[in-house]
Nanobody, 125 residues
Framework: QVQLEESGGRLVQAGGSLRLVCTAS????????MSWFRQAPGEERTFVAA????????KYADFAKGRFTISRDNAKNTVELQLNNLKFEDTAVYYC??????????????????WGQGTQVTVSS
């Protein structure tokens, strides 16, 4: 059974930075592309960023381009999300996502097979 555990979320001032880390266990991590999503109160869970299994390619939501960076370490079974120049509207619970088998890079919630419990990022204005 795949398990994902996120960490690194906290309260930060606008303009600040955070590094979120997701640690995976229970599955062949290096065989899967990995993603981050986020969900603000009252809103749907939305795609943030994804990285291919070999780190050869990344994909970002428009709001994340130029500010967020996704990376992974297959030796440690971790995927990270560096958040820079944070804005109030980045406040959300951030989730690590493992895609369904055969789904490739999960950019839609429906393509996700496993979720972490989430980590809260709160940006004060």
């Amino acid at each position: 059974q795949v398990q994902l555990e996120e960490s690194g979320g906290r309260l930060v001032q606008a303009g600040g930075s955070l590094r979120l880390v997701c640690t995976a266990s229970g599955g062949p991590f290096s065989d899967y592309d990995m993603s981050w999503f986020r969900q603000a109160p009252g809103e749907e869970r939305t795609f943030v960023a994804a990285v291919t299994r070999d780190s050869g390619s990344t994909k970002y939501a428009d709001f994340a381009k130029g500010r967020f960076t996704i990376s992974r370490d297959n030796a440690k079974n971790t995927v990270e999300l560096q958040l820079n120049n944070l804005k109030f509207e980045d406040t959300a619970v951030y989730y690590c996502a493992w895609p369904k088998s055969g789904a490739g890079m999960a950019t839609l919630a429906a393509w996700v097979g496993y979720w972490g419990q989430g980590t809260q990022v709160t940006v004060s204005s």
